[in-house]
């Protein structure tokens, strides 16, 4: 990959030439959501929803979490959480629900006008509780039915009554879709829609897994914006393409032994959520020192593929298996796989006020993961969307008292 000579000081992270790519993938999911709404075709979902069955079913899925990244990143969270605060929700309430609730609340002074109207509102809790009450909330400011699929949580193995208790509820969900939209599932399209998802998720995965190379090939800040469609888009077809170029540069970066970053030096895990009204100013600030975060137990969460004879039992098993479903033992030994695989100089926790579910235990696992690898942790304190509650220089701070640790 040839490096462009402009005579002024390079910067400390390479940018990816596929972000153009990726801008049109997302675009074009924008404008399919607007038509889907037009046409009653919309559901809005949470990010662990088994997304599969109403893509093969002909409807077309949107994520307010992803929204909520969207809101963090044109950094106007305080103003849009504080439209859900005007009607009474807590500042203590996930900054996602808060961004989702006052967007929808006024979309008029909100990005991209807010998301367009669902006709369907489809929750998992295998992610928080919070989504069921959030999106009764945006069940009585749309009209829109809400549907919950339950996946109990899991402490060590998944248990064959629990995972008949899941797909039973998969049954009802394409009740509930048929019976909402007039739809029916077909198998041979099921199968072709989880088909594409395990292309994408493949191709995604070695991605990630790439960078247990030396330089990595990627950056935080490059993980989180590519997961993007892994996450809205699965099943699409369309997002194969994109994944697939992906993973050419990134394998261009490793054969040519060019890393996200230009003078990799200190190699750390991330936990949780980024800042997203800050992600490539936290990211590319610590690159200039060095620092590249070759792993991170949020992305790495997308790799599950719906696959076997029985599919609902398949997905059953996938989406109750996802990482913030598991116990905290789960997590810490996630943690310590990961950074013994991508051979890991330490980690970073980000305690993100708003997602309690992902944050609760990290003073915890910060202890058992520095024991079980003998590599120093620190955590730092913030939002994922509300950066009223970022303090940049508390974070430096710390951060700094675990860079002195590498000299």
Same mark, same amino acid.
């Given at each position: 990959?040839a490096?462009?000579s402009s005579?002024?000081?390079?910067?400390?992270?390479?940018? *990816?030439?596929t972000q $153009?790519l !990726?801008e049109q993938?997302?675009?074009?999911?924008?404008?399919e $959501?607007?038509?889907?709404?037009?046409?009653?075709?919309l559901?809005?979902?949470t990010?662990?929803?088994?997304?599969?069955?109403?893509?093969?079913?002909?409807i077309?899925a949107?994520?307010p979490e992803?929204?909520g990244?969207?809101?963090?990143?044109?950094?106007?969270?305080p103003?849009i959480?504080?439209f859900?605060?005007?009607?009474?929700?807590?500042?203590?309430?996930?900054?996602?629900?808060?961004?989702?609730?006052?967007s929808?609340?006024?979309?008029?002074?909100?990005? *991209?006008?807010?998301?367009?109207?669902?006709?369907? *509102?489809?929750?998992?809790?295998?992610?928080?509780?919070t989504?069921?009450?959030?999106?009764?909330?945006?069940?009585?400011?749309?009209?829109?039915?809400?549907?919950?699929?339950?996946?109990?949580?899991?402490?060590?193995?998944?248990?064959?009554?629990?995972?008949?208790?899941?797909?039973?509820?998969?049954?009802?969900?394409?009740e509930? *879709?048929?019976?909402? @939209?007039?739809?029916?599932l077909?198998?041979?399209?099921?199968?072709?829609?989880?088909?594409n998802?395990?292309?994408?998720?493949?191709l995604?995965?070695?991605?990630?897994?790439?960078?247990k190379?030396?330089?990595?090939?990627?950056?935080?800040?490059?993980? =989180?914006t590519?997961m993007?469609?892994?996450?809205?888009m699965?099943g699409?077809?369309?997002?194969?393409?994109f994944?697939?170029?992906?993973y050419?540069?990134?394998?261009?970066?490793v054969?040519?032994?060019?890393?996200?970053i230009?003078?990799?030096?200190?190699?750390? !895990?991330?936990?949780?959520?980024p800042?997203? @009204?800050s992600?490539?100013?936290? @990211?590319?600030? !610590?690159?200039?020192?060095?620092v590249?975060?070759p792993?991170?137990?949020?992305?790495?969460?997308?790799s599950g593929?719906?696959?076997?004879e #029985?599919l =609902?039992?398949?997905a059953?098993?996938?989406?109750?298996?996802?990482?913030?479903?598991?116990?905290l033992?789960?997590?810490?030994d996630k943690?310590?796989?990961?950074i013994?695989?991508? #051979?890991?100089?330490? =980690?970073?926790?980000?305690?993100?006020?708003s997602?309690?579910?992902y944050?609760?235990?990290?003073?915890?696992?910060?202890?058992?993961?520095?024991?079980?690898t003998?590599?120093?942790g620190?955590?730092?304190? $913030?939002?994922?969307?509300?950066?009223r509650?970022?303090n940049?220089?508390?974070?430096?701070?710390?951060i #700094?008292?675990?860079?002195?640790?590498?000299?």
């Amino acid at each position: 990959m040839a490096e462009k000579s402009s005579g002024k000081e390079e910067k400390a992270y390479r940018p *990816l030439n596929t972000q $153009g790519l !990726l801008e049109q993938v997302l675009f074009r999911y924008v404008l399919e $959501g607007n038509a889907a709404s037009e046409a009653g075709r919309l559901a809005w979902v949470t990010s662990g929803f088994p997304v599969e069955i109403p893509v093969a079913m002909g409807i077309t899925a949107t994520y307010p979490e992803q929204y909520g990244a969207v809101v963090g990143s044109q950094k106007v969270g305080p103003t849009i959480c504080g439209f859900a605060e005007e009607l009474g929700y807590s500042q203590e309430l996930c900054s996602y629900a808060r961004s989702s609730i006052g967007s929808t609340r006024k979309p008029e002074e909100s990005p *991209l006008e807010g998301l367009p109207k669902p006709q369907a *509102l489809l929750a998992c809790n295998n992610i928080c509780g919070t989504v069921l009450r959030w999106y009764d909330a945006i069940s009585q400011l749309t009209g829109a039915p809400v549907f919950l699929l339950d996946t109990p949580p899991i402490e060590g193995e998944q248990q064959p009554h629990h995972v008949a208790y899941v797909r039973r509820g998969i049954e009802h969900l394409v009740e509930f *879709l048929s019976s909402t @939209f007039g739809v029916t599932l077909e198998e041979a399209r099921l199968r072709e829609v989880a088909a594409n998802s395990t292309k994408a998720i493949g191709l995604w995965t070695k991605s990630l897994e790439a960078c247990k190379n030396k330089p990595s090939p990627l950056n935080c800040a490059d993980r =989180f914006t590519t997961m993007a469609p892994i996450v809205t888009m699965r099943g699409a077809e369309d997002i194969i393409e994109f994944y697939q170029a992906l993973y050419d540069e990134v394998q261009e970066r490793v054969s040519q032994g060019v890393g996200a970053i230009r003078d990799e030096k200190i190699r750390l !895990l991330w936990d949780n959520i980024p800042p997203w @009204f800050s992600i490539f100013r936290f @990211f590319n600030g !610590l690159a200039k020192r060095g620092v590249v975060f070759p792993a991170d137990t949020y992305t790495h969460a997308w790799s599950g593929s719906i696959e076997g004879e #029985d599919l =609902f039992a398949s997905a059953a098993t996938i989406y109750s298996n996802v990482y913030l479903n598991k116990g905290l033992q789960a997590k810490v030994d996630k943690m310590v796989q990961l950074i013994k695989d991508y #051979d890991l100089d330490g =980690f970073v926790m980000f305690s993100v006020r708003s997602c309690k579910r992902y944050s609760l235990g990290q003073l915890v696992s910060k202890e058992l993961v520095t024991e079980q690898t003998g590599v120093p942790g620190v955590v730092i304190e $913030g939002d994922m969307v509300d950066s009223r509650l970022f303090n940049e220089a508390q974070i430096q701070t710390r951060i #700094d008292a675990l860079l002195e640790m590498f000299q």
